[in-house]
């Protein structure tokens, strides 16, 4: 099977993803159903990483879980080397969850405590039959050597562990079917600064030597400005700006892209830049306004009747594509981008 | 989180009612399995008449009764029977109950609505009331029966207790995660949910097993349940009935056998559900 990342085309090609909650039971009336994702495409080629960003709620979490299907999108497609992910049948789609892995945010949740560190990670090797007994220890060992553990602590249980050690457990479970492509959940918002570099760190070293392809969710710019080839930012279930790291960290066109880069901390303490706070709350998803879903908190110096009664599509600006009818034009707030670290 | 099997005992025993209980508990399972060994055989007893009815004395600690049986004999020889009625009648129970909640709360949907409104229905009927219809419908119910029916009626709990932390566990990162590197239905529900749930599920069968011990004995003081010769605590009480005044000893000790076995069970069982509700911290 050739992937058709060799030929040009991108390894995970995402299009038009809807996923909708509905809720209300047999006897209730249905409440309108909460839009969390809203018709969102976006694409990773083998070997890069797309950082999908927003605020809590923002949909980010759920488009990352329909993708894998894990749980079942409203509509929309996603293709996967070539192939149609929301086509398969149960056991097709089993057989590709070898290829495609997920990290979770909570270290402490995404463990079973009832198993110990070897199990876990021997899990996939199980379900997939991919080794016999001694070979699945050997892998196991090999694999927690790999996220840099010692691989004698396959006897132990997860309570033994800090967040970080346990977040790289959760990554040896995920490279243990040997995948192609992960979606990283927040992987590190949960765990403290100190270590969440040397995750991130892990996570760009594994992808070096795998070749890896990763949907890296976030809520902070910070977190993905050294890991992410590319950037997607997520509004209320929409994509609103899209593009390479750089570009889209140093001339932000959306201002909620420049709200959300104004809250990451200015290394540099000669440079001054102005702090962004938004007005208001994240509208419910539920009930989201007309047109542009940004334009109630919108701060935009030419935000119109337009902005809220016409939706605003994602379209090229400069350097990156922007779904904001004014994009062209600055918003009232200059915001200085935070230089990117060399390192 | 849930901490291994092992500090969960570990914990219960630190309280001191949970070490009472355990330590009570071996000493009666010990008294159990070894006394009878030691003890004449009720069965071949000899001194027919003579020996009826005698109050406790060096050589009958306990007395004898109006067969002129030895009392502690039988109450250990009872102390068997009454002990593994309810042991397999729980784990019966028990077993029949973490399936059907790990069913039900898995799938949930359809398949929960039903079963859990059948479950629903079948606890709306007291378990006492069933078991003497069946039990009476029965007429020299076997022992093997008397353990089925009362482990076949004792589940309904249990299901509801384990579709509830199933409920809860369902929607845990590490189910996800399970099901995301491709675990079936089976692979969840025994690995991972099922597991999880050794906590109440130990505290369920403990106190079960309390709960079974006055039943049965219940119903065989009522001449339903384990058939004389064969002792059983409740049909020693029953037999000492009519020598009540004459020979109380005939009924006192067996009587006290249960007092003291589901006492211990009910100290440990407390020490037991505390640790694991605590296990979160």
């Known amino acids: 099977m050739t992937a058709p990342a060799a030929n040009g085309g991108p390894l995970l090609d995402v299009r038009d993803l809807v996923k909708h909650y509905r809720s209300g039971g047999l006897f209730q009336r249905s409440t309108p159903p909460v839009r969390a994702v809203d018709g969102i495409s976006l694409d990773v080629a083998q070997g890069e990483t797309l950082a999908l960003v927003g605020e809590s709620g923002c949909g980010k979490s759920s488009a990352g879980r329909s993708i894998l299907r894990l749980q079942e999108p409203t509509s929309g497609s996603v293709m996967f080397e070539g192939r149609d992910v929301l086509a398969l049948g149960r056991e097709e789609l089993r057989a590709l969850r070898r290829k495609m892995q997920i990290i979770f945010q909570d270290p402490y949740s995404s463990l079973n405590p009832r198993l110990t560190v070897g199990d876990a990670v021997a899990e996939g090797i199980q379900i997939h039959k991919l080794a016999d007994r001694a070979g699945t220890a050997r892998r196991v060992a090999a694999l927690l050597e790999e996220v840099g553990l010692d691989a004698s602590y396959a006897g132990r249980y997860p309570h033994e562990f800090s967040g970080g050690q346990r977040q790289r457990i959760g990554i040896a479970r995920a490279l243990a079917v040997e995948p192609s492509f992960i979606v990283c959940d927040e992987p590190v918002s949960a765990l403290d600064v100190s270590v969440q570099a040397q995750v991130l760190n892990l996570l760009r070293e594994l992808q070096q030597r795998r070749g890896l392809s990763y949907l890296f969710i976030a809520h902070d710019l910070a977190v993905v400005r050294q890991l992410a080839h590319r950037i997607a930012v997520m509004y209320l279930g929409r994509i609103v700006e899209t593009g390479a790291t750089e570009e889209l960290l140093a001339n932000p066109r959306h201002p909620y892209t420049q709200a959300l880069l104004s809250a990451v901390p200015e290394p540099d303490p000669t440079r001054q830049r102005e702090r962004i706070v938004l007005s208001g709350d994240l509208p419910s998803p539920s009930a989201p306004p007309p047109g542009c879903h940004f334009h109630t908190r919108c701060f935009h110096q030419l935000r119109d009747g337009r902005c809220s009664t016409e939706t605003p599509l994602l379209r090229p600006v400069g350097a990156t594509r922007a779904a904001c009818h004014y994009a062209e034009h600055s918003s009232v707030a200059q915001v200085t981008a935070p230089a990117i670290p060399n390192q | ?281």
């Open chain 2, 1 to 281: 989180m849930t901490a291994p099997a092992p500090s969960l005992l570990r914990r219960t025993m630190r309280v001191a009612n949970g070490r009472a209980g355990a330590v009570a508990l071996v000493v009666i399972a010990l008294f159990a399995l070894a006394a009878p060994l030691a003890l004449p055989d009720p069965a071949t007893q000899f001194d027919i008449v003579d020996g009826a009815l005698r109050p406790p004395s060096a050589i009958h600690p306990f007395g004898t009764d109006h067969l002129s049986r030895d009392v502690l004999s039988r109450v250990a020889n009872g102390a068997r029977i009454s002990l593994a009625v309810a042991v397999i009648a729980v784990a019966l129970s028990i077993t029949l109950g973490a399936v059907v909640g790990l069913v039900a709360g898995f799938f949930g949907g359809v398949t929960d609505t039903i079963v859990m409104r059948v479950v629903d229905g079948a606890m709306a009927i007291p378990r006492l009331f069933l078991l003497l219809l069946l039990v009476a419908a029965w007429d020299r119910l076997p022992l093997a029966a008397l353990i089925l029916v009362i482990g076949a009626t004792g589940w309904l709990g249990t299901s509801r207790l384990v579709r509830a932390e199933v409920l809860r566990l369902r929607e845990a990162e590490f189910v996800r995660s399970a099901q995301a590197l491709g675990a079936g239905a089976r692979r969840v529900m025994f690995r991972h949910l099922l597991p999880n749930t050794i906590g109440p599920l130990a505290v369920a069968a403990m106190l079960g097993v309390g709960d079974v011990i006055l039943l049965e004995a219940g119903l065989s003081f009522l001449g339903l349940g384990v058939r004389p010769p064969t002792p059983s605590w409740g049909g020693m009480i029953l037999e000492g009935k009519d020598v009540l005044q004459a020979a109380p000893w005939v009924s006192l000790f067996p009587g006290l056998a249960i007092v003291a076995t589901v006492l211990a069970i009910n100290l440990f069982g407390e020490a037991l559900h505390r640790a694991a509700e605590s296990r979160s911290s």
